[in-house]
């Protein structure tokens, strides 16, 4: 009924897509192929790597119709590091852990978190893009409260998933 009392806001909308320009958001939908052409009823989003090739995919949760998976292929040929944390101390899925590394001394950080949205639950394993490069220098996990751990990892896996247990375990 959100179509009979608004003219900005419809109950079906197309999907929209950013890309990051490292200075600012630009909205590439229009670019991007058929599907952001189309009006969806979305609602919902997750994300991961269905297929497990490193790539982050997207999936769409539609009202009353079927899903929508965006395949991420723009990834191919690029390397990658993918793993799940499993906490002891602290929290099962390591939610608050932060993650550090680098790159050809390029130093970077995330938070571990547990998003989602309506609906949704996103993949739990991280995965960071290495681009060209062949390696990781070294990753590092500030384990979060009540832990007081940090985990160091100097030869890190590429092109795989694996885990990393509180402790430094890799497997």
Request: charged share 25%.
């Amino acid at each position: 009924m959100i179509d009979m009392y608004s003219t900005q806001v419809h109950y079906k909308e197309p999907l929209l897509l950013f890309h990051n320009d490292g200075k600012r958001l630009v909205d590439v939908s229009e670019v991007s192929g058929d599907v952001f052409r189309k009006p969806y009823p979305a609602r919902g989003l997750a994300i991961g790597d269905y297929d497990n090739d490193g790539c982050v995919d997207v999936m769409v949760a539609n009202n009353g119709g079927a899903p929508v998976l965006l395949r991420n292929n723009a990834g191919q040929g690029n390397h990658w590091v993918g793993f799940k944390l499993i906490g002891k101390t602290c929290n099962r899925d390591a939610i608050g852990a932060r993650i550090t590394w680098s790159i050809k001394g390029a130093k970077r950080t995330r938070l571990k978190n547990s998003g989602g949205s309506y609906l949704s639950s996103h993949d739990i394993r991280e995965v960071i893009g290495l681009g060209s490069a062949e390696k990781l220098d070294w990753l590092e996990v500030q384990w979060p409260a009540p832990s007081k751990q940090k985990d160091r990892i100097n030869v890190v896996p590429v092109d795989r998933y694996f885990s990393i247990t509180e402790g430094g375990k890799i497997g």
